[in-house]
T-cell receptor, first 112, second 112 residues
Framework: GEQVEQRPPHLSVREGDSAFIICTYT??????FYWYKQEPGAGLQLLMS?????DRKEEQGLTVLLNKKDKRLSLNLTAAHPGDSAVYFC???????????FGAGTKLSVKP | EAAVTQSPRSKVAVTGGKVTLSCHQT?????MYWYRQDTGHGLRLIHY???????EKGDIPDGYKASRPSQENFSLILELASLSQTAVYFC???????????FGHGTKLSVL
């Protein structure tokens, strides 16, 4: 089955710096890609989603890059602020009634 | 905003006892999921369902049963709870398999 690796597990940056998170997946049929954010004591909230025909997507200080050749998905938070401190998860799905699989998460700390 | 409600929010169970975690959604979504979250493992898929009265096994179904008696309700049943099932359990729903998941707040289960 699909294997999703996410790194780093922990990331600490200063306010205003960028934070970069990478996920790799194994199934070349994977077609749907997501980034979720989890704040303490809460469920996950969707940040961004991309379909496999998109290489790059930017929204509100977030950039998602998709490299299908290398089976790699990344999230870049530009100009991070303390409110971005949370756990971030990537998720991928091949569709066809196959449920999304998640990475292990990255705990991001943004220090003032 | 789509709503997924889990109950209970937390539970302490004894080893060998039966535990039922409940999930209710008011989103009119066809797909529902159960994931467990453990430190270092991210979210792992236990069971999911895309239609009432039918469930599918995820990646770690052993020791768990699922029940989808209606579109709105999806339960996770631990017939003989074990220490290793101590975790936070998340229910989620989605309109389709390739669409964003809406998560509940989670159930913290401690098996003693």
């Amino acid at each position: 089955g699909e294997q999703v690796e996410q790194r780093p597990p922990h990331l600490s940056v200063r306010e205003g710096d960028s934070a970069f998170i990478i996920c790799t997946y194994t199934d070349s049929a994977t077609a749907y890609f997501y980034w979720y954010k989890q704040e303490p004591g809460a469920g996950l909230q969707l940040l961004m989603s991309v379909f496999s025909n998109v290489d790059r997507k930017e929204e509100q200080g977030l950039t998602v890059l998709l490299n299908k050749k290398d089976k790699r998905l990344s999230l870049n938070l530009t100009a991070a602020h303390p409110g971005d401190s949370a756990v971030y998860f990537c998720a991928v799905s091949v569709g066809n009634n196959n449920a999304p699989r998640f990475g292990a998460g990255t705990k991001l700390s943004v220090k003032p | 905003e789509a709503a997924v409600t889990q109950s209970p929010r937390s539970k302490v169970a004894v080893t060998g006892g039966k535990v039922t975690l409940s999930c209710h959604q008011t989103n009119n979504h066809d797909y529902m999921y159960w994931y467990r979250q453990d430190t270092g493992h991210g979210l792992r898929l236990i069971h999911y369902s895309y239609v009432a009265d039918s469930t599918e096994k995820g990646d770690i179904p052993d020791g768990y049963k699922a029940s989808r008696p209606s579109q709105e309700n999806f339960s996770l049943i631990l017939e003989l709870a074990s220490l290793s099932q101590t975790a936070v359990y998340f229910c989620a729903s989605s309109r389709d398999i390739d669409e964003r998941l809406f998560f509940g707040h989670g159930t913290k289960l401690s098996v003693l």
